[in-house]
């Protein structure tokens, strides 16, 4: 594609793909620090994932007895499984209660009074330190307060319109972002800096409690623009989303881990514990625990579902109306029965290698939120850590964007740009095979005929339309994804070989690297999770 095949051109200082938590978070900043923002989503502002984080925002605040930020960190640490950058969690946990606040700012309420707002706990946590919005609609109170106070600083939004391309000069610095409308028709934004928002990365897989956005979109972006990405291969399966029947795919409604904080327990279809025996913590043990033996309990009785049996916990309807809803659009009572869940895709632990200000490799390319990896995560995200991320790395992107275009400066100029056809293959084939080979339970074989499977069902195409660019997205993430997946040969956090179950610390305790060469070659390595340092 040529410069000429745009129909229209502008420019600004900063373009952020995407508007959820950590995009809305940024823009805000960075417009409130004097830059021109301009904020791009494909659809509705408010049809990202943010909407639909039920559990809430873990943070320290300093009014809990015996809790503190050093153990909300060697909670994040055993979680990840020895892939966490402990710097990096360390300083983004330490700046949770200014975002908190900033947020509040912005005017998001929480559940309890203001002086001291009501906790919960959620797998993983050693303590009540979760704080949430409605019970079980922290997500939503985030996204409505962000929007709300987007509006009022005229905040610039540019809905309905699909990121295609991050542009680069001959030097390889960021030159701004091609967009593509409904109709596939192409527009500009010259800018000197792009922040990727993007979310995840659900849509790989047939079943997953992401909304239909959340196509990888942010992945394909930043590899074609030179930045690379670490640990794609740890997929966090929520271990409970609400089981709708069988042959059903699509976004699954997401049962909330704070159910389990409160007492709800997990039974499978004979009434048996699934987690006896397991973990110190049984229900409540991190995510990948839990969701591993629910799938192993499903595959051993040959059934769909395991049941969770919430009629224990005081006033359940009430307390979480968004769970109760969904439950009750397929004839089951929260308070009054237990609920059919199973594993679905849920969350990206890893993404686009960026810094705690959400620096990439790129000059001029900032990532934050699900898309990125800034070390939080490691192999499996701890509860609640995702929306903390977004605020707290969202507001350091917009900071250091500022400070990187502070002083005199041009704005980049619109450069012609000759795109080529890129792989794009049949969505359906592709989420079949990912669902069947690159879930929970992984072997080399699975692996190996899932990528061979997603080669067959693609075209070389040039992306036009949104689904098509949407396609091509998925595409590229599959391939980087079963890469990755393949060479770690060991089980670790979300990460499960059944070829090979042990987790091998003196070798496999790397994070691995994936990025694009000259040719549009996927290429593995590996990054030391505890100095950064690519081999």
């Known amino acids: 594609m040529s410069a000429t095949d745009t129909t229209w051109e502008t420019t600004a200082d900063l373009v952020v793909v995407g508007s959820g938590v950590a995009g809305l ?13 301009v904020v791009v989503t494909k659809d509705a502002p408010d049809a990202g994932s943010t909407r639909w ?50 947020l509040r700012a912005e005017g998001a309420v929480f559940d309890g009074p203001a002086a001291r707002l009501a906790r919960t706990r959620e797998g993983g946590h050693s303590a009540l330190r979760v704080v949430h919005a409605g019970g079980d609609a922290t997500g939503a109170e985030v996204e409505r307060a962000l929007l709300a106070a987007g509006e009022r600083a005229g905040l610039t939004v540019l809905a309905g319109h699909a990121a295609s391309s ?51 979109d942010g992945w394909a972006l930043a590899l074609r623009a030179g930045a690379a ?42 009434g048996a514990p699934v987690t006896a025996g397991v973990h110190p913590l049984g229900d409540l043990a991190p995510r990948d625990v839990v969701a591993t033996a629910i799938t192993r309990r499903i595959a051993a009785l040959g059934v769909d579902h395991v049941w969770l049996d919430a009629t224990g916990v005081p006033d359940v309807a009430a307390r979480f109306p968004t769970v109760a809803a969904s439950c009750a659009a397929i004839g089951v009572d929260l308070a009054r029965d237990p609920v059919p869940v199973r594993p679905a895709a849920h969350y990206s632990c890893g993404g686009v290698v960026t810094d705690t200000h959400g620096r990439t490799g790129v000059p001029g390319l900032w990532a934050a939120g699900e898309v990125a990896r800034t070390g939080l995560h490691g192999a499996n995200r701890l509860a609640s850590n995702s929306l903390l991320e977004g605020l707290v790395v969202g507001r350091r992107a917009a900071d250091d964007v500022a400070r990187a275009l502070a002083g005199p400066r041009r704005l980049a100029e619109p450069t012609e740009t000759h795109t080529r056809p890129v792989p794009v293959a049949d969505r359906a084939v592709l989420r079949a095979a990912l669902t069947r080979s690159a879930g929970i339970g992984r072997d080399a074989a699975g692996l190996a ?34 890469a990755a997946a393949g060479s770690r040969t060991e089980t670790r956090g979300c990460h499960v070989r059944t070829d090979h179950p042990a987790t091998d610390d003196h070798w496999q305790r790397a994070s691995s690297t994936v990025a694009l060469d000259a040719d549009g070659r996927l290429h593995v390595g590996t990054t030391d999770a505890r100095h950064g340092g690519v081999a």
């Open 449 to 482: 005929a899932a990528s061979d499977a997603v080669e067959a069902a693609s075209t070389l195409r040039l992306p036009m339309t949104r689904a098509e660019t949407e396609d091509a997205a998925l595409t590229l993430a599959a391939h980087a994804l079963l």
């Open 53 to 102: 984080a039920q559990g809430g925002i873990a943070v320290v605040l300093g009014d809990i007895t015996g809790d503190s930020v050093d153990a909300h960190l060697a909670d994040t640490l055993a979680a990840g499984c020895g892939l966490v950058d402990a710097g990096a969690a360390a300083e983004i946990l330490a700046a949770g209660p200014a975002a908190v606040a900033g």
């Open 229 to 270: 990405l670490a640990d794609v291969e740890f997929v966090q399966f929520h271990p409970t989303a609400l089981y709708t029947g069988r042959g059903r795919s699509g976004r699954a409604p997401l049962v909330t881990e704070a159910l389990r904080g409160e007492g709800a327990v997990l039974r499978d279809t004979t």
């Open 25 to 37: 978070t940024a823009a805000l900043a960075a417009q409130r620090r004097g830059l021109r923002v």
């Open 166 to 216: 991050v542009l680069t000069g001959p030097d390889g610095t960021v030159q701004g972002l091609e967009v593509r409308d409904a109709d596939g028709r192409a527009g500009r934004l010259a800018a000197p800096a792009v922040l990727l928002a993007t979310g995840g990365v659900g849509g790989l897989y047939e079943t997953t409690t992401n909304p239909d956005v959340a196509t990888a």
